[in-house]
């Protein structure tokens, strides 16, 4: 039998599980979408039942094709979204209340309060984030301050807290635990010392026995238990852009990778050496092995895959991303139109909760293909102020760097993005880089491989940066946007 390793992909969009062999061809993928709710606004959620629906019934069809190609299942990988929040009953496993999605914006004003009480220094100087919705603690504290049935599990004791990935691990092994690439996204994890910190759980009044266990990236977390399927000892977890991070093969220190998913996630490797970031980026947890930490600089940015769903989905400027592109290939330029995307706040370097949309330089002749450029020039231009703040914090030049995500399939897009940011783009041959750096997290744990299993030896495609008196004009104009919908 052929020797294969589960992959569990719970992104913001869908749910995937996938089989890999160990020589990385994908065997067979199972794919689920999980819609998102805008209850009100700057409200982002999801249902929990709905997720852990979807991770099981894609499980169940990959292991079924497993079952009839005679594939031998030797472990599993998790990756997830992160920073969303579930709050559940430990008795029954029911979720109290919808997950709070890692958009979110309505734990503002408690941010911007603690903010103006002089403790944001702090939480960054222990966690390497600052205080912002995006974060999971505020969202923790919000269940448990304005859900009646949140508090009241917290009171009679039967109260978890804890992100996707804590959720699927309860339902699929029955235990409580959190992975520390995962913890280490919710502002109440101390970076060094690896644990729940207890002035950060004061900070937000989160008591501690509602948190999960946190275990290292590698470990044996438990056996996936379902219903007419084998047991399968799930090795690795970690969050989807430190798996992505993994997957792209960024094993060397200054390594860059950028995920064109629902947000952008650019995510350098830093070694054993927890980086800098000052204010305007973030210090995190790549991964956690029997080697010990290693540490990641991160620029997260909210709209990309998300944006061009909202001019497809919403605005109908096109039926499908291959529409997008078309549109997008027929024009030489925007026509002078700009799109801010902070339809929830602005991300790195900004870090706006209250920052809106804007579209300017409309004009008589901006047409669907100026209007859905202008939206592939502002992911573009996103990723560009990240490498910049990049290339400060660490003092050293991007040259290159590797790309994922659906959107890094648009070969104007990536021209784009190598033209603003003046940086070579290396196209990964890995489609599936989030899932790939699961598998290989997991089958390192199961003792399969090291961690260079992952190394990746060509780029599919590479997109060469020119015309850089056009990238500062263009750069200039930009920014000149964003400050008008800073704060709005």
């Known amino acids: ?86 709050a559940w009953d430990k008795r029954s496993g029911r979720a109290l209340a919808p997950a709070i999605v890692w958009q979110d914006r309505r734990t503002t004003d408690t941010c911007e309060a603690m903010k103006a009480a002089g403790l944001e220094q702090n939480v960054r100087s222990k966690t390497g984030l600052g205080l912002d919705p995006y974060f999971s603690a505020g969202k923790m504290a919000w269940l448990l301050q304005n859900n009646e049935e949140v508090a009241a599990a917290a009171d009679q004791g039967h109260l978890a807290l804890g992100t996707i990935d804590s959720w699927l691990m309860f339902h699929l092994l029955g235990k409580h635990v959190t992975e520390a690439s995962n913890a280490s996204r919710t502002s109440l994890y101390h970076l060094e010392e690896g644990i729940w910190d207890p002035q950060l ?27 007419g399927m084998p047991e399968i000892p799930l090795t690795g977890v ?42 305007e980026l973030l210090s995190t947890l790549a991964w956690h092995t029997s080697n010990g930490k290693e540490f990641a600089l991160e620029g ?95 003092g050293n030049p991007i040259k290159e760097v590797w790309v994922d995500g659906g959107a890094s399939a648009s070969n104007v897009l990536m021209q784009n993005q190598a033209d603003l940011a003046g940086i070579r783009v290396f196209r990964s041959p890995i489609t599936e880089s989030t899932a790939w750096g699961a598998a290989v997290m997991a089958g390192y744990g199961f003792g399969l491989w090291d961690l260079n299993h992952a190394r990746v030896a060509e780029p599919n495609a590479v997109f060469l940066p020119n015309n850089p008196e056009l990238r500062i004009q263009e750069r200039k104009r930009w920014q000149r946007a964003v400050q008008v919908c800073l704060g709005w």
């Open 1 to 86: 039998m052929r020797t294969s390793i589960l992959s569990l992909d719970a992104g913001t969009s869908s749910v995937r599980a996938l089989l890999f062999g160990t020589d990385g061809n994908l065997y067979s993928e199972a794919r689920r979408a999980v819609p998102l709710d805008f209850p009100h606004n700057g409200w982002v959620e999801q249902s929990p039942g709905l997720i852990w629906q979807a991770a099981y019934e894609c499980i169940e069809q990959v292991m079924t094709y497993a079952r009839k190609n005679k594939l031998d299942v030797v472990c599993a990988g998790l990756t997830n979204q992160r920073e969303t929040v579930v």
């Open 201 to 227: 759980l004061e900070y937000w009044n989160i008591n501690l026995g509602l948190l999960p266990q946190i275990l290292p990236s590698v470990a044996q977390f438990g056996h996936i238990k379902l219903p």
């Open 238 to 279: 970690l969050g989807d852009q430190q798996a992505s991070l993994l997957g792209q093969g960024c094993l060397q220190p200054g390594a860059t990778k950028n995920t064109y998913g629902t947000g952008c996630f650019i995510m350098q490797q830093a070694g054993k050496t927890r980086p800098e970031s000052g204010p």
């Open 300 to 394: 997260s940015i909210f709209m990309a895959g998300a944006l061009l769903n909202w001019l497809s989905e919403d605005l109908h400027l096109a039926d499908s991303m291959q529409g997008l592109n078309a549109l997008a290939e027929s024009v030489d330029s925007s026509g002078g139109v700009i799109l801010v995307p902070a339809f929830n706040g602005l991300g790195a370097p900004h870090w706006s909760p209250r920052a809106r949309g804007t579209w300017l330089g409309l004009n008589s002749g901006s047409g669907k293909a100026e209007l859905v450029r202008s939206a592939f020039d502002a992911i573009a231009h996103q990723t560009a102020d990240v490498f910049e703040c990049m290339q400060r914090c660490s």
